[in-house]
């Protein structure tokens, strides 16, 4: 099982290891058939467990997906975060401290393919809730570099402009869609092959570059 999806350092889950192997089937059966297709009888097959028991973990299937796909942006934001401080804790260049928050982002994901699929194709085929659940978790996302980006700004003003939410939320968006095409091709497992392009995205987004008369580029409003 997938540590992305395991529940086993949450203390509020009783029986973690059979509930993160239910979890872990379903993202293995959407990778297979998708999530329309996946029934309940083949993720209690895939997780070796009875349909009694996953229905006792899980009301129905998109219960199930709203779970696995909120472990595993929890575990992914986590991981970024604590990129991000060691980066700068190391005292690493700004642009090396983008790179290892969104490097971190996609390794994160490479290391699980089916959940990557989950997270970034079939969560967009289930219901409202679970699309209400993937923009709070863009969200999430583009509040971390947002807080990020300001503090770079604020510690290299010669170097960083301050940007717009709105543009952080481009920028998010375009890596998503970068990973996303890399999913739909199969070669999940090779998300970090884009770290440079993807980090590439934030680094030009916040340089700040001399004006046609050498004078600074002005700061948009942040």
Request: negative net charge.
């Amino acid at each position: 099982m997938h540590t992305l999806v395991d529940p086993a350092d949450d203390p509020a889950v009783d029986d973690a290891p059979r509930r993160g192997r239910i979890l872990w089937a379903l993202a293995t059966c959407m990778a297979a058939k998708g999530y329309q297709a996946t029934t309940i009888a083949d993720i209690a097959a895939a997780a070796r467990v009875s349909k009694t028991v996953v229905y006792a973990h899980f009301r129905d299937k998109e219960h199930c997906l709203l779970e696995l796909y909120s472990r595993a942006n929890d575990k992914v934001l986590a991981t970024v975060r604590q990129a991000q401080d060691d980066a700068r804790r190391a005292g690493l260049p700004w642009r090396d401290r983008l790179r290892a928050g969104v490097g971190a982002y996609l390794a994160t994901l490479a290391d699980g393919p089916a959940v990557a699929w989950a997270a970034l194709v079939e969560v967009q085929a289930a219901g409202r809730p679970a699309l209400v659940l993937r923009r709070q978790m863009i969200d999430r996302y583009v509040e971390l570099l947002t807080e990020v980006a300001h503090g770079l700004a604020e510690e290299h003003p010669d170097e960083v402009r301050s940007v717009s939410r709105d543009l952080l939320v481009a920028a998010v968006g375009g890596i998503n869609e970068l990973m996303l095409a890399r999913v739909e091709r199969g070669e999940a497992a090779l998300l970090r092959e884009d770290d440079e392009v993807a980090a590439g995205i934030v680094i030009g987004l916040l340089e700040r570059r001399d004006g046609p008369a050498g004078s600074a580029a002005p700061r948009p409003p942040g």
